[in-house]
């Protein structure tokens, strides 16, 4: 019943940026750990950047300061700006939710995929020149 559909993904240049959301829908409002994760060619899927209901953010050492996650938990919206895109940022970009109560401790970007109960069908990000 749950539903998140990610959207923004494409082509771009080294350097370039995107914008990533997520929309989820078919719940009623609770609390969440949200993350980003991405699975590049060969690669494990990896947590990007993760945030809590009241806004508390971590981010992977590869994507910091350059990604910023942030939500608007009235429109149920997950959002990734990425900027400074480098090649190693290509990928299937997924977002993924886990409702808890309010309040509660999320491990973000500790947290393993297993953690999470929902998932976006993925977004292709591809940065090359």
């Known amino acids: 019943q749950v539903q998140l559909v990610e959207s923004g993904g494409g082509s771009v240049q080294p350097g370039g940026s995107l914008r990533l959301s997520c929309v989820g829908s078919?719940?009623?409002?609770?609390?969440?750990?949200m993350a980003w994760f991405r699975q590049g060619p060969g690669k494990e899927r990896e947590a990007v950047a993760a945030?809590?209901?009241?806004?508390?953010?971590t981010y992977a050492l590869s994507v910091k300061g350059r990604f910023t996650i942030s939500q608007d938990n009235a429109k149920h919206t997950l959002s990734l700006q990425m900027n400074s895109l480098k090649p190693e940022d290509t990928a299937m970009y997924y977002c993924a939710m886990e409702p808890v109560p309010h309040g509660k401790y999320c491990r973000g970007v500790n947290a393993p995929p297993e953690e999470y109960d929902h998932w976006g069908q993925g977004t292709q990000v591809t940065v090359s020149s």
């Open positions: 945030i809590s209901s009241d806004g508390r953010t």
């Open positions: 078919g719940y009623t409002y609770t609390g969440h750990c």
